[in-house]
């Protein structure tokens, strides 16, 4: 009895440290995903899925992490905080996820912020980068991507030095929430930097349809460059009101609207809209991407990509990283440790290389300004990825 | 062009969306006491319905709608059976209840079908702009304007001089002295479910054509009910006009002062109307004797 004490002891304080840590095995690294996978916002949590699924693919195609392959779980929380909560509990307790590489949205991050501080779990944050997810920063989390305010700002600059305008007359259209707060302070910076004259500002709720009221007014204050804020079909009606009064404007949209779905409602208006977004729309690096994908994932999947595929993927390839550099003895303080030093590392060109070396932990703030063109619902790369 | 007018023209728009949508809840309520909180899911439903129907076989407006309404009535008529003729002599609040379940019910299967992405639904009707005394329409803006006139006379002519009309009036007047009479009860509800939903098609339609097909549509279910009070519940025409008031009062609302006023302007004037009137601008007044 007392050999086996002794034994069971030697063993115990030789054992390796990362066994301590849940969701590693000698062979499989459990990555936890929660997402939008059922409602109307469904095509977001696909999207991320397919990102997932196609970076870990191709991460286990090549050997895995240190010869562990990655295997992704993921739980819908039909983009209901309290469902998010639930959803990652599940993943933590019955699962035992090693990392989380998935957050839905802005509230639903911030409902799942407990569990994550609480289980020291490293996540990376890839389709909401909100001020309020990094700031203040929480030592395992880790953000990837740019503010909708530096979107707006970077295509009002870049109409505002490249676009030939008689007499540039400002707009903003946004809604009354967190989310349009941050689209009125890039639309705050372009206008008090360039000194243009800004003639209308109107806010409305968020599943607004009707528009025509709200596009009579920017019409009457003679708005020929506007701040779009409307997303998806609000953003469609808003530009569909906008061709109907015959009104001449140059719009900078929200980042949702090189998504095809929402390309295809808001090109029936015809206008050659701007976007900024911190991901690669177009180029080598998209068509390289899209190549990849095919090896990895079925038509109907393919079909799901879109920008939120691609930040998705980027995140899960940093997080492989920084597990891969904490060599045999895997763990989630190395991982997080790993994800801090993590500098320019770089992700195929589909987005800016991401450097989580900072104070606030985020990386991808970068955009591109593109343009659409409204006959063919293809878009032209303006700028090359630029922070601002 | 005049600003005034052109907050009128779209608040007619947007009024004629509500008021089609607010006389199918109408109907329901008059001929069974009973508010379908299910109605805003029909209407979702029926659009999806005409889009697929467009996508296949490529229908323009007209026959679209030949084809949709008869399919939304049926479809109605199976909901009724299935989900609430069961229910009949329960308590009206089980009875809404099952109407609200059926809203989730609805909203999960019209995702599940069409998954959640937003479509163009054109059915072929021009998109080019055109001028009404210089102010400015599409097409399908006066299509919704023309579906609510054309539905509310039918919806009158119906009611006034149809047996069915009559015996829905009668059901909805007094049940019992309407099954004295040799009036068939389930029946009258049944058809109220059928022309309801053949109500909802015209509307989802529509405003599909006006402001895209999205998984959310079934929420202006929700933004016409202000109208079904304030016309009265109990009253289809009231319901449709009432829509007009409640769009134009919006629109104006909006365009002059602004800063989402939109939202609430139309409760505030309910407040109001129901304070005066409780049964609402053309509702019956229900007296008891006690």
């Not at chain 1, 590693?24 to 059922?38: C, Y």
């Not at chain 2, 319905?49 to 009535?73: D, E, K, N, Y």
Request: aromatic share 10%; with cysteine.
């Amino acid at each position: 009895m007392k050999r086996i004490a002794i034994v069971a002891i030697a063993a115990l304080a030789t054992g390796p440290a990362f066994a301590a840590d849940p969701g590693v095995t000698d062979t499989e690294i459990r990555i936890g995903d929660v997402n939008i996978m059922t409602g109307a916002a469904s095509f977001i949590g696909r999207a991320v899925s397919v990102g997932s699924k196609i970076a870990a693919a191709e991460i286990n195609d090549a050997g895995g992490v240190n010869g562990r392959m990655i295997k992704i779980i993921t739980e819908d929380d039909g983009y209901v905080p309290s469902r998010s909560f639930q959803a990652l509990s599940k993943l933590i307790e019955v699962d035992e996820i090693f990392a989380l590489n998935g957050t839905s949205g802005t509230a639903n991050v911030l409902a799942m912020m407990p569990l994550i501080e609480e289980n020291n779990l490293p996540t990376i944050v890839s389709t909401a980068p909100n001020e309020l997810v990094y700031d203040p920063v929480r030592p395992s989390v880790f953000t990837l991507g740019a503010s909708y305010s530096d979107a707006f700002y970077a295509q009002l600059k870049y109409i505002n030095d490249n676009v030939d305008i008689e007499n540039p007359v400002y707009g903003l259209i946004r809604q009354d929430d967190d989310f349009g707060v941050a689209v009125e302070h890039g639309y705050n910076r372009a206008v008090e930097e360039f000194g243009v004259e800004d003639a209308a500002r109107i806010r409305f709720k968020k599943g607004t349809s009707n528009f025509s009221a709200e596009v009579a007014q920017l019409d009457r204050a003679g708005v020929n460059v506007l701040a779009n804020g409307g997303i998806i079909s609000g953003a469609a009606n808003i530009l569909s009101e906008a061709r109907k009064l015959g009104m001449d404007i140059q719009s900078a949209q929200v980042w949702s609207e090189d998504m095809p779905p929402s390309v295809n409602l808001a090109a029936q208006a015809g206008y050659d809209y701007y976007v900024a977004d911190y991901v690669a729309l177009t180029g080598e690096a998209n068509d390289a991407f899209l190549e990849t994908a095919r090896e990895y994932v079925s038509e109907d999947e393919i079909e799901a990509i879109n920008r939120y595929t691609y930040v998705t993927y980027a995140a899960l390839h940093a997080m492989a990283e920084a597990m891969s550099r904490c060599g045999e003895e895997l763990t989630r303080d190395c991982t997080i440790e790993n994800l801090r030093q993590l500098e320019d590392f770089p992700v195929g060109g589909i987005m800016a290389p991401i450097s989580f070396n900072n104070e606030n932990q985020l990386s991808g703030t970068a955009v591109s300004v593109y343009q659409l063109d409204a006959d063919t619902q293809t878009f032209t790369r303006l700028t090359e990825f630029v922070d601002y | 062009m005049d600003f005034f007018l052109l907050l009128i023209s779209t608040g007619l728009v947007i009024g004629a969306s509500y008021g089609l949508i607010a006389m199918g809840f109408a109907l329901v309520y008059k001929a069974t006491g009973v508010v379908n909180f299910a109605h805003g899911e029909l209407v979702m439903l029926t659009a999806y319905i005409a889009f697929s129907l467009t996508q296949i076989f490529g229908l323009s407006f007209i026959p679209l709608m030949l084809v949709t309404i008869p399919i939304s009535m049926v479809l109605g008529l199976t909901l009724e059976r299935i989900f609430i003729r069961p229910m009949l002599g329960e308590p009206v609040f089980s009875i809404v209840m099952v109407t609200i379940g059926l809203a989730v019910i609805l909203r999960g299967v019209t995702i599940m079908i069409w998954g959640p992405d937003p479509h163009n639904l054109t059915a072929g009707v021009t998109r080019d702009v055109i001028r009404v005394f210089g102010i400015p329409f599409y097409a399908a803006q006066l299509m919704s304007i023309a579906a609510l006139a054309i539905c509310t006379t039918l919806g009158w002519a119906f009611l006034r001089f149809s047996r069915i009309g009559i015996s829905m009036r009668a059901v909805a007047s007094h049940e019992t002295a309407a099954l004295l009479v040799g009036i068939s009860v389930s029946r009258t509800h049944a058809m109220a479910w059928a022309l309801s939903s053949g109500l909802a098609a015209v509307a989802g339609v529509l405003f599909a054509m006006n402001f895209k097909l999205a998984p959310d549509l079934w929420f202006q279910g929700l933004k016409s009910f202000p109208a079904v009070i304030l016309g009265g519940l109990d009253s289809i025409l009231g319901a449709a006009f009432a829509g007009v008031i409640i769009g134009l009062i919006e629109n104006l609302s909006q365009g002059y002062i602004g800063q989402g006023l939109r939202e609430i302007s139309g409760f505030i004037v309910i407040i109001i109307v129901l304070m005066v009137r409780p049964y609402g601008l053309f509702g019956d007044r229900d007296i008891e004797r006690v």
